[in-house]
């Protein structure tokens, strides 16, 4: 449980994150990011992955499509990561992280949101999709959407 209320966050469309790992980590430990939400991975899956001081929650398209959109979390070791109480891998597009401070139990959000152009069906099924993961979540506890 974190007793300090600064939370560093940070998001950033990587454009697939497999050829970046490196630069992205370097640049979240350069600004001391406790927690950044990473959209556009073009990571196939989902799990965990760890860099150095700094573990990946990531949310893809399965293995057998085309690498496209995928979300992510990348949190720093230490007290925020030993504050997560759950991660829900909703879709390629929605990736749910718990975590308990000492005051609050708070949802971060991860969200890849699809372009304004894509067809409407697309576009309701993943507004329908964030809304049942907002509904899901106990009255409450605190939402941030990233």
Not at 13 to 36: M, T
Not at 52 to 80: C, D, L, N, P, Q
Not at 94 to 113: A, G, P
Request: charged share 30%.
């Amino acid at each position: 449980m974190v007793k300090d209320n600064t939370l560093r966050l940070g998001c950033w469309n990587v454009r697939s994150f497999n050829s970046k790992d490196q630069e992205v980590i370097l640049e979240l430990h350069h600004h001391n990011i406790d927690l950044c939400a990473i959209s556009e991975t073009e990571k196939k899956g989902k799990g965990t992955s760890q860099y150095g001081e700094y573990t990946m929650f990531y949310s893809g398209k399965s293995k057998e499509v085309r690498a496209a959109s995928g979300v992510g979390f990348i949190i720093k070791r230490g007290g925020y990561l030993n504050s997560i109480t759950g991660v829900k891998y909703r879709s390629d597009r929605i990736l749910q992280v718990s975590m308990k401070t000492d005051k609050e139990k708070m949802n971060i959000i991860s969200l890849y949101v699809p372009d304004s152009g894509r067809p409407t069906q697309e576009l309701e099924e993943f507004y329908d999709h964030l809304q049942s993961t907002v509904d899901d979540i106990p009255k409450g506890e605190k939402i941030i959407m990233i």
